[in-house]
């Protein structure tokens, strides 16, 4: 079956005026048009497509690479704005349609907005959804705490940042773990720092408990050597501080800096930290 809104491997059966007509192995047929043709191929070649709908809603193949495809979240931008809904820029030449039922707030032209990429049941066609949440759950969590996940930046909150986990879940960051700044439709890695009963999941930026420690050490120890072996930095510096220069929590850097102690890498005084010197 020829599936919509994803890439295909198929083999150039014919070449005719309007463009090449490719196969798979179960017979299905598409245009790949002149403007997308290989400058040089033969029949019978292997070509990766990826297959759309085209201005009059017939599947039509392209060997241009869309910012998103079928069952997939992306950060775009709003081109067009009519009386039947939007238009997004996907790096297509026909552009992704939402209807204003699938918009959480109105789209405006020139604005970004992060949208999930489905099939319309009643129109079998491609269209982009605002309403995020609808296409996650956290009914039945595949991740577990201390789990490195990726993450897509949804939302800020009063709480923090919202973000999808794995593209499957919903996830929140809260403020005390956020020390950098995050956008929506960012993407970047992050740890499940705990698992609700309720299903919620409490994300973080930095390898949680114990697992933070060395990573934060290490990172202290290179900032060290940067400012000439030492940071006038304590256990009793404002955290605001701690994360402009270093973008870790105070409670993160007080268990590294304990590390650093242990192992008689560093001497603590009152104004700051230093390198032990061999």
């Known amino acids: 079956?020829?599936?919509?809104?994803?890439?295909?491997?198929?083999?150039?059966?014919?070449?005719?005026?309007?463009?090449?007509?490719?196969?798979?192995?179960?017979?299905?047929?598409?245009?790949?048009?002149?403007?997308?043709?290989p400058e040089s191929f033969q029949l019978e070649d292997e070509i990766r497509v990826f297959v759309y709908l085209d201005h009059s809603e017939r599947p039509v193949a392209t060997t241009l690479t869309p910012f998103v495809k079928l069952d997939e979240f992306a950060f775009l931008k709003c081109v067009e704005v009519n009386d039947i809904g939007a238009f997004l820029d996907w790096g297509l030449e026909k552009h992704l349609f939402v209807p204003y039922r699938e918009m959480a707030s109105?789209?405006?032209?020139?604005?970004?907005?992060?949208?999930?990429?489905?099939?319309?049941?009643?129109?079998?066609?491609?269209?982009?959804?605002?309403?995020t949440n609808s296409f996650l759950t956290n009914s039945?969590?595949?991740?577990?705490?201390?789990?490195?996940?990726?993450?897509?930046?949804?939302?800020p909150t009063d709480l923090g940042v919202n973000v999808i986990v794995n593209e499957i879940h919903q996830g929140l960051i809260f403020k005390d773990d956020v020390f950098q700044d995050l956008q929506p439709g960012d993407r970047l890695k992050g740890w499940v720092k705990k698992t609700r009963p309720d299903g919620k999941i409490d994300i973080t930026l930095q390898r949680p408990g114990y697992r933070s420690i060395e990573p934060n050490a290490q990172d202290i120890l290179n900032e060290m050597e940067l400012k000439g072996g030492s940071l006038k930095l304590t256990d009793k510096s404002d955290p605001n501080e701690i994360q402009r220069q270093l973008q870790m929590s105070k409670k993160s850097f007080k268990k590294a800096i304990g590390t650093l102690y242990k192992q008689r890498l560093i001497d603590i005084k009152e104004d700051g930290i230093y390198l032990v010197k061999d």
């Open 106 to 131: 109105k789209m405006r032209k020139g604005s970004w907005y992060l949208v999930f990429c489905h099939l319309d049941e009643e129109t079998n066609r491609l269209i982009a959804s605002s309403k």
């Open 1 to 37: 079956m020829l599936n919509i809104g994803e890439y295909h491997t198929m083999i150039i059966d014919r070449d005719t005026d309007p463009g090449l007509f490719l196969k798979n192995a179960e017979g299905d047929e598409v245009l790949l048009p002149n403007k997308y043709k």
């Open 140 to 155: 039945d969590l595949t991740v577990e705490p201390f789990e490195e996940v990726d993450l897509i930046v949804a939302n």
